[in-house]
């Protein structure tokens, strides 16, 4: 679905402060300066990176909604970069990207918790982990030093009596994923960047001018192109190829990268794909712990491919415990197996005496696990990020292999694949550039003066749709009417975090579809749970 028009203001919607008029296009309509493939984490910090300068720019998502691959499954970690290998291009982007998170997040006002990061060591085996940890760190330029007991009870009082050391991390921390790219994208639009959701890359192939990037979509948005021909077109409800032409391509791809990169590039690579999972846990005992905690790696599920199995209190309350690693075929497996699950809980339930939570004797809390959740990282088989232009292709750039800790470097990957696009481009600076996105409080975290102000302002505010997570109506209908906005109910749960509590939606998803519903002029039986065929109602109990 294409959403890079100034949406209808008569709506209630906004509008864009000021396109970008392209610069080396020359007012062709049919090209565009760069085309990114991809709109995750990365994709769109490098689309609003580019919304800096006077280009056209398109990103193509084959999703039905924005950070609908890797990104959506990421913890949230804000990683400081004393994990990377020296030498890297993780070691090169995490800690620059890690300092770009908070500043990023304090301009498009997206809450986090900067809380540090603390590894703890149980044995002989963990404190040599812990050192060489702390060697990472010095030679990334990443501040961490090992704390021993006494001064380690006065860093984690409730931390088991059984940790022989940790390595602090003080510039780790944790924000939401989903409300980070989001906000990146929202930014890149307002600036001028354009969208089209639904629009899987099929191939690529060098032109004199560049490339030429053909793209499936649904028929029905394919006809509204402005300066292109789509061909092929099938009956309504199908889809049709459509080809954009581009002097620059950016790979944001995640876990389809290496086929991105293949269309062009004799000097390939591959993904492979590494599903973890993540169990969510109630916000009962959130307040216990006061940094993400993580032992030193060992006998960890899923072979090992993991920085280690973390304790994470996300910016919702929840907390998150996870994640494994477990090669499969498919980039986009999401299917949470019990064996895995089985897996996390058993490695909790035997280090839950030497955490915050359960030094006291309390026993693991099995029954408070209130939904799971996986997804697939990409990695290469490089074992690095596969970021720049092959020799063999000038003008096309990746930012492929990108796993964790990707979410944290994709602002400081964003400048620098954007880096060499203005280099070759050469485009002149959008004066017109705003690096802030206005966004409201959560109703949750206002205070009572706040919410009566919110109230008088809208109505709509006094409505608490999901009671779990204090979600008003207010909030679902802008999720919608913002640029880029939710179509489904996953969309609107993951802008809102209605649904994501105790219920996981028992309550509120039937008034969510009611609002979908009246928001897209559609019937409520075509309202889908996460786009494509998932539509949430069969059919009319009557007439009547």
Known sequence: MKQNENPACTAGRPCRSGSTASFCSNGDKSMFDVIIVGAGSVGCATARELSRYRLRVLVLEKGHDLCAGASKCNSGMIHA???????????????????????????????????????????????????????????????????????????????????????????????????????????????????????????????????????????????????????????????????????????????????????????????????????????????????????????????????????????????????????????DFTDTRRESIEQIVDYFKKAWKDLPLGSDGTPFPEDEIISIFGGCRPHADTNDFVIGEPDDAPGFVNAGGTESPAFTACYAIAQHVAGICIDRLKPPVNENFDPHRPAKKAFRDMTNEERRAAIAENPDYAKIVCRCEMVTEAEIRDAIRRPLGARSISEVKLRTRAGMGRCQGGFCSPRVLEILSEELGISPLEVTQCGGSSRVLAGLACNA
């Open 81 to 331: 970069g004393y994990d990377p290998i020296p030498g890297t291009n993780e070691a090169k982007f995490n800690a620059p990207g890690c300092r770009l998170m908070y500043q990023i997040c304090d301009e498009l006002s997206v809450p986090y918790l900067k809380n540090g990061t603390t590894i703890f060591a149980t044995d002989e085996s963990g404190m040599r982990e812990l050192y060489k940890l702390e060697g990472f760190a010095r030679e990334n330029h990443v501040r961490a030093e090992i704390v021993t007991p006494p001064s380690l009870y006065e860093l984690l009082p409730d931390i088991g009596k059984d940790v022989k050391a940790v390595l602090w991390v003080p510039d780790g921390g944790v924000t939401n994923p989903f409300s980070v790219t989001f906000a990146l994208a929202e930014n890149a639009w307002a600036n001028g960047v354009e969208f089209y959701k639904e629009a899987e890359v099929t191939d690529i192939q060098k032109s004199e001018e560049g490339f030429l990037v053909t793209a499936r979509m649904p028929a029905s948005q394919a006809m509204d192109i402005p300066g292109t021909t789509p061909a092929d077109a099938q009956p309504e409800g199908g889809t049709c190829p459509v080809t954009f032409s581009a002097r620059m391509v950016i790979n944001c791809a995640g876990g389809h990268s290496d086929v991105i990169n293949n269309m062009v590039s004799e000097k390939k690579f591959r993904i492979i794909p590494r599903f973890g999972a993540h169990v969510v846990l109630d916000r009962k005992h959130s307040d216990k712990l006061t940094t993400t905690l993580m032992e030193t790696p060992h006998d960890l599920p899923g072979g090992g491919h993991t920085k280690g199995m973390a304790i994470i209190t996300t910016t919702g309350g929840t907390m998150l415990l996870g994640c494994d690693a477990t090669e499969v075929d498919d980039p």
